[in-house]
């Protein structure tokens, strides 16, 4: 059972450039979250998609931006890069049931802005 | 607004030896409180959690108890190993009806050696 996937690993951009991440929730799954973690800090929460709808959002500029498609798959934007946007980016995906049966992580997109 | 307060690390033990590492968290509402495990080049994984206070979450050898009364969920194992090895973070969610989110401390690392 193929668990969350992010794509792509790395990625490097220049900085006023525009990128945009990938995730497949695992099976089962049905709402998304995208988390930065910048380098040796804790996973920030940017925001979460439930039913095709931003649900919640963390303290993010509307820079970053998302979407989810009816398969459940959801990719994240990022406008007008910054040098401070170079972090992993975390997809977590939940179950129907909801965050007490923890949420499942992909193993990220490196994101460097040069 | 909802915090966790998490051990500086890095926390370095030989092998066999006992780890505790010390989690506290401020939250608005009742939260229900995770220890998440990151290996080296990898995503987050879900170690153990708690729903309620006085639950003890276990797994691996891992635990952890929620207590309210003192705000803390602090991490255990009676013997380590070099396999555990990793970064250590505590997170809190307080279920709402807009969301999951998850808050993460900074994060502790591990180094066991043989």
């Known amino acids: 059972d193929a668990g969350v996937t992010q794509s792509p690993t790395h990625l490097i951009k220049t900085r006023g450039q525009q990128v945009t991440l990938r995730c497949s929730p695992k099976?089962?799954?049905?709402?998304v979250s995208w988390y930065q973690q910048a380098l040796g800090q804790g996973p920030q929460f940017i925001f979460q998609?439930?039913?095709?709808?931003?649900?919640q959002r963390g303290n993010f500029p509307d820079r970053f931006s998302g979407h989810q498609f009816p398969n459940y798959s959801s990719e994240l934007n990022v406008n007008a890069l910054l040098l401070g946007d170079s972090a992993l980016y975390l997809c977590?995906?939940?179950?129907?049931?909801?965050?007490?049966?923890?949420?499942?992580f992909g193993s990220g997109t490196r994101l460097t802005v040069v | 607004g909802d915090s966790v307060t998490q051990m500086e690390g890095p926390v370095t033990l030989s092998e066999e030896a006992f780890l505790t590492i010390n989690c506290t968290y401020t939250?608005?509402?009742?939260?229900?409180l995770f220890w998440y495990v990151q290996y080296p080049g990898e995503g987050l994984q879900l170690l153990l959690k708690a729903t309620k206070a006085d639950d003890k979450g276990s797994n691996k050898g891992f635990e952890a108890t929620y207590r309210k009364e003192t705000t803390s969920f602090h991490l255990e194992k009676g013997s380590v190993q070099v396999s555990d090895s990793a970064v250590y973070f505590c997170a809190l969610s307080v279920n709402s009806n807009s969301g999951y989110a998850l808050n993460f401390g900074k994060g502790t690392s591990l180094l066991v050696t043989p």
């Open positions: 939250a608005t509402g009742y939260p229900s």
């Open positions: 998609y439930y039913e095709e709808e931003e649900r």
């Open positions: 099976s089962g799954h049905d709402t």
């Open positions: 977590a995906s939940l179950p129907l049931e909801g965050v007490n049966y923890g949420y499942t």
